[in-house]
């Protein structure tokens, strides 16, 4: 805790933000008695590896006015992943401002004692469910329900929906993966917040459907592109190829005419819609295996209110943060050489973004945006 500012961190995508992001912050600040809210977001490109429907700043931004303190950026290595590396980015960072107190997500379970249970065997076995996983990902089975399988057949003492549920899998990797802050789960309400977030994004499609055609359409158009340039054996190198994947977008690119259409071409039992969107992006940005693997966290501040202000000044002066932290690139980064290959990644994708979006390239550059001080509602 911080001079009496006791904080909670989140991680989401605010893609963009709604009622669901508002209960779990709401309820979680309520009931953990946090004074400051901190959110890890996704940047510029999501975990299901498509464009954000609006850029980072703007909804950094608009999740200030909604009662976040302070957003700092979860870099794209770490956003377009699986729901392992989403969350050990995210997770990694806010136990890298040292001061964090609590950690909040909402699950479909809300019983953070199953979560635990699930999390601590899935650590006991993991050597024996990634071999026996892996087996099966081989032989056709399709990640979840391999992971699922080879759980039961070891024994696993806790509730199996733990591995089914969207919200419950984060969860667990969250679990998996804190050392130092305390966790706090809520029940997720209604349809859940992935749907409810998809249903916002279809309904802006519906009300500016130049700007998502064109977003869509200049989308497909780099990502093909890429393919084509990019030779077969490399391709197999992106995080979330292998097992033949790279090849096959080789060889399919040429009968789709759409992002969308490659990705139902080479969507198979085992490789699910989800891993092929994924795989595009991180072809796009040609993010391979060991900028996943070896991705450096830092604390990329994107937006803050005065309280968040208040927080990031007093976390400098005790010196808390165990990451770099970034407010500046031009004046701050060149300080943090072990951290420049993962940034430069996030550099990349904002100018591709900004490509895709239609906006100005220099002027919507990281090296000139600034993080925003925004005001409340």
């Not at 992001?21 to 709401?26: E, N």
């Not at 006991?124 to 399709?142: M, N, P, T």
């Not at 806790?158 to 998996?176: C, G, M, Q």
């Not at 359409?217 to 030779?231: A, G, H, P």
Request: glycine share 8%; net charge positive; hydrophobic share 40%.
């Amino acid at each position: 805790m911080i001079r009496g500012m006791k904080s909670l961190g989140i991680i989401a995508e605010f893609n963009p933000f709604h009622q669901g992001h508002q209960y779990l912050i709401d309820k979680a600040m309520e009931e953990t008695g946090s004074d400051v809210c901190v959110a890890v977001m996704s940047g510029n490109f999501t975990q299901r590896g498509i464009p954000a429907v609006q850029d980072k700043w703007t909804r950094a931004e608009a999740a200030v006015k909604q009662g976040v303190n302070l957003v700092v950026e979860l870099p794209v290595v770490f956003s377009c992943s699986s729901a392992e590396y989403f969350a050990r980015g995210g997770v990694d960072i806010l136990e890298g401002f040292g001061c964090i107190d609590r950690i909040a997500f909402g699950s479909e379970s809300g019983d953070i004692g199953e979560l635990r249970r699930a999390a601590d065997f899935l650590l006991r076995f993991d050597r024996e469910i990634h071999q026996k996983v892996q087996a099966l990902v081989k032989a056709g089975e399709v990640y979840p329900k391999a992971r699922q399988r080879t759980v039961e057949q070891i024994g696993g003492d806790f509730d199996l929906s733990a591995l089914r549920e969207p919200n419950n899998i984060l969860a667990v990797e969250y679990l998996k993966r804190l050392r130092r802050i305390e966790p706090y789960t809520t029940r997720r309400k209604g349809d859940g917040y992935h749907q409810s977030a998809s249903q916002i994004r279809s309904e802006l499609a519906e009300r500016e459907p130049e700007r998502f055609a064109r977003m869509s359409r200049i989308y497909w158009e780099l990502v093909s592109s890429r393919i084509l340039q990019t030779d077969g054996s490399r391709l197999e190198q992106m995080f979330s190829a292998g097992e033949g994947l790279g090849n096959k977008l080789k060889k399919e690119v040429r009968c789709a005419s759409s992002a969308e259409q490659l990705i139902m071409r080479v969507k198979s039992k085992a490789y699910t819609h989800s891993r092929i969107s994924r795989l595009l992006t991180q072809v796009l940005l040609d993010i391979d295996e060991p900028d996943a693997r070896e991705g450096q966290p830092y604390i990329r501040v994107l937006a803050f209110d005065r309280t968040g202000a208040a927080f990031l000044k007093e976390m400098k002066k005790k010196e808390c943060a165990l990451l770099p932290v970034i407010t500046n690139i031009n004046k701050e980064a060149g300080r943090y050489p072990e951290i420049q290959k993962t940034l430069q990644k996030d550099i990349l994708a904002s100018d591709i973004y900004n490509i895709i979006a239609g906006k100005d390239l220099y002027a919507c550059s990281d090296y000139v945006m600034r993080p925003n001080a925004a005001d409340r509602r």
